[in-house]
């Protein structure tokens, strides 16, 4: 019982604690996210800042590099000695230059050397003195320099000087053509900047060991880096640089797939290096963790104290729900289920009450009905009613009556009849407004409904109760399927004449049976249509229907049915009339059967009520469907089984006649007078049941006897045809003759030589 009292408050107390949590919750995560995002924000604005500053650092140190060198290749004295040899008489020309050589690398340019070529005199002028250009190690370099069709470059210079281990093997060459201007030169002026200088002016990036800064050329090798062991290196492979690649923008920020890193970097416009700031993100949001484990104390905290503050406040709240929810505990209707918290349990015993109190009403507005239609209220409880406005003061009031016009021929069965009944009785219920009703009930097999009208005329509330109608036998149509039929009483003033109205509504819905099916019958209609001259019996109709009867012709006794129906409801006949007519008919169909010589248990079943049943009939189809199965078909059944015997008995007399006065001057006319029937009838049975007509059987019959008495007597031929009455022997041979192929004398001869040779084999064995 604790575990199911408690389901309120376990979640109220889930609400307050929710209420409180989620706010501190969330706030203390939205501090921490925007801490980390402003240190991430600030760091990213020092990336740019350094790539930008890094930038400028370069360009300064390369345009003062690129200025000089400018200054040198455009001096007349390095023009004159791109046509001289150098050698001891070229002394003067030779100091001059080498002073000039060591001048550039005396700058504060951190020139590593600087080499002055000339490709037409093969030689090569550097701080180490003049050497023959094919005999250099830097021959091929310098000579795919003079090819690239380039007047002025930056390139990785690798010094094949130094191991490839040693970090001073990477320098960066400043390449400017002699003359300036000449895409195929007499020589190069290469200042060769080592990669130590350059790694000075790279700043170290925020993060420790995680953070890099690069600074790639167009081919994505690293010129200059952070780290010096990393300069040499091409990162054209690397993820980042293909999102650079794809980019193509100046200047952008972005982050690795992983988010693992911050990738800052700017693309020089004067050279087209790649300045390349690549930052450890989990490094720079390290700070912001410890902001995180103090939003964190703080967030307990507060939690604590709302779980303290959550719990007191709970007790207090829940005290009125669990007194109320004791109540209902104690209810015997409430079932005993640990699924549903309090309020779920006071609320359906709120339900049951309220469910209890309106079904109660609803029983009681019924059982009101019920006497009322019975004629059991009497007039002080309906004055007392009105004035409590329990009834309406109408000023016109009908009872309308629902009957189901058939099961037959749809998916229910009478089981199925109460349930329509219940069913036809909420349609009504929604169709016809609660202000012009009292509550729908079932009487019996009809559902019945009292309707009242404010209306002055009654043609007006005649209409309008036949739209109400129309719209229940449309709704019980369209829904369940099914036809009814509606009968309508007269209009009646008091409550007190409900008695009467029901009467006269069962009254108006009996003549559906001649109307049909779905019929909306108003009493006073009928009974101005009763008032019309009456049909009379149909007896030429009913002696005809015999007659077919009789001959076994169901066709047209079908027919003489659906006749006989259409003439007795072509004109309008009281109820009562129709039903006398109907017994009738069946005192006819029963007179038939005692005709024959049977009563009417040889064709019906003794415990069949054929008059309560013809009677309970609702529609003419079923009246003439019901005559047809009960009456016409087994009456013909009965009749052509009767004629068979009569036939069979007929058929043997007559065989008995001719087998023993074979030899009397027998005929059909005086068979038919001994058996009293007409020679005509007695005919017809004959050849029906022995497939010969009478005469051609009666000489085939005195053929085999003479046949007999040929063999086993000595008679003549002439004795023989004279006994089978024969008037000329003849006469008697012929017909022998033209059935058994011979004359009587030689059938007797060849029967006599049979008999002998059959004895004499007999005596022989």
Not at 64 to 90: F, G, H, K, R, Y
Not at 117 to 125: P, Q
Not at 161 to 181: D, G, H, L, Q
Request: contains cysteine.
């Amino acid at each position: 019982m604790k575990n199911r009292r408690f389901n309120y408050f376990k979640r109220l107390f889930l609400f307050c604690i929710l209420i409180g949590l989620i706010p501190v919750i969330t706030l203390g995560y939205f501090s921490y996210a925007k801490s980390s995002q402003l240190l991430l924000d600030k760091a990213h604005r020092s990336d740019m800042e350094m790539v930008e500053q890094t930038q400028l650092r370069f360009e300064q140190k390369l345009k003062m590099v690129d200025n000089a060198q400018a200054q040198i290749t455009n001096s007349p004295l390095v023009i004159d000695a791109m046509e001289q040899e150098l050698d001891s008489e070229d002394y003067l020309t030779y100091e001059k230059l080498m002073q000039t050589l060591y001048r550039l690398q005396l700058y504060e340019f951190g020139l590593s050397d600087v080499y002055l070529v000339n490709f037409n005199k093969n030689w090569i002028l550097s701080s180490a003195g003049k050497e023959s250009l094919q005999a250099s190690e830097l021959s091929p370099t310098f000579t795919g320099y003079a090819n690239k069709g380039k007047l002025f470059f930056w390139t990785v210079f690798e010094s094949p000087f130094f191991e490839k281990s040693n970090p001073r093997v990477w320098n960066t060459a400043i390449v400017k053509t002699i003359p300036i201007n000449s895409f195929s030169p007499l020589g190069l002026l290469v200042a060769v900047l080592p990669s130590q200088e350059l790694n000075k002016m790279v700043p170290k990036v925020s993060g420790g060991d995680s953070g890099d800064m690069y600074v790639l050329d167009e081919h994505y090798r690293i010129l200059a880096a952070s780290k010096p062991d990393m300069v040499g290196k091409e990162l054209s492979d690397e993820t980042y640089v293909q999102t650079i690649k794809q980019a193509n923008r100046e200047a952008d920020q972005f982050e690795t797939a992983n988010h693992t890193y911050g990738i800052t970097y700017r693309q020089s416009n004067y050279n087209g290096w790649i300045y390349v700031v690549k930052t450890n993100i989990n490094e720079i949001t390290k700070e912001s963790k410890a902001i995180g484990w103090v939003t964190i104390f703080i967030c307990l905290i507060v939690c604590i104290l709302i779980f303290i503050v959550s719990l007191e406040g709970t007790r207090r709240l829940y005290g009125p729900v669990r007194k109320l929810y004791d109540l209902v505990l104690k209810s015997p209707d409430m079932p005993r289920s640990k699924r549903n918290d309090e309020f779920y349990w006071i609320e359906k015993n709120m339900h049951v009450l309220m469910g209890k109190e309106s079904h109660m009403r609803h029983q009681l507005g019924d059982f009101f009905v019920h006497k009322l239609l019975q004629g059991a209220v009497n007039a002080k409880e309906i004055a007392d009613r009105m004035e409590t406005n329990e009834l309406e003061c109408w000023k016109q009031m009908r009872v309308i009556c629902v009957r189901m016009d058939t099961l037959e021929g749809t998916n229910y069965t009478d089981r199925d009849r109460d349930l329509l009944l219940f069913a036809i009785l909420n349609m009504a219920g929604e169709i016809i407004p609660r202000s012009f009703r009292l509550n729908p009930v079932v009487i019996n097999d009809l559902q019945v409904t009292l309707l009242g009208s404010h209306a002055e005329h009654p043609e007006a509330s005649k209409a309008e109760l036949y739209e109400w109608a129309a719209a229940i036998q449309n709704s019980v149509e369209q829904y369940l399927h099914l036809n009814v039929s509606m009968g309508i009483s007269c209009l009646f003033m008091e409550f007190n004449e409900a008695p009467n109205a029901l009467k006269e509504a069962k009254e108006a819905l009996s003549y559906s049976v001649r109307l049909g099916q779905q019929s909306i019958l108003f009493l006073e209609d009928m009974q101005r249509e009763v008032a019309e001259p009456a049909v009379t019996y149909p007896q030429q109709v009913v002696n005809e229907l015999t007659d077919r009867i009789k001959q076994l012709d169901e066709a047209g006794s079908y027919q003489l049915m659906d006749e006989f129906m259409a003439i007795i409801t072509r004109k309008a006949i009281s109820q009562q009339e129709f039903q006398l007519v109907l017994l009738r008919l069946l005192v006819d169909m029963t007179r038939l059967v005692q005709e024959m010589g049977g009563t009417l248990y040889h064709i019906i079943p003794q415990e069949k009520e054929i008059v309560n049943e013809i009677l309970a009939l609702k529609s003419t189809k079923e009246i003439v469907g019901w005559m047809r199965l009960t009456m016409i078909r087994p009456l013909m059944d009965y009749i052509e089984k009767s004629r068979e015997t009569l036939y069979t008995r007929i058929s043997d007399q007559m065989l008995a006649i001719i087998d023993q006065e074979y030899d009397s001057p027998l005929s059909l006319e005086s068979c038919a007078a001994r058996l009293n029937y007409h020679p005509e009838y007695i005919s017809r049975v004959f050849r029906k049941e022995t497939g010969f007509v009478f005469s051609d059987y009666l000489s085939r019959h005195r053929l085999q006897i003479a046949k007999k008495f040929l063999i086993e007597t000595s008679m003549s031929i002439t004795e023989i045809s004279e006994k089978m009455k024969y008037n000329n022997p003849q006469n008697f041979i012929r017909y022998f003759r033209k059935l058994e192929g011979i004359t009587p004398k030689q059938y007797r001869e060849l029967s006599l030589t049979k008999k002998n040779q059959s004895t004499n084999q007999t005596n022989g064995q």
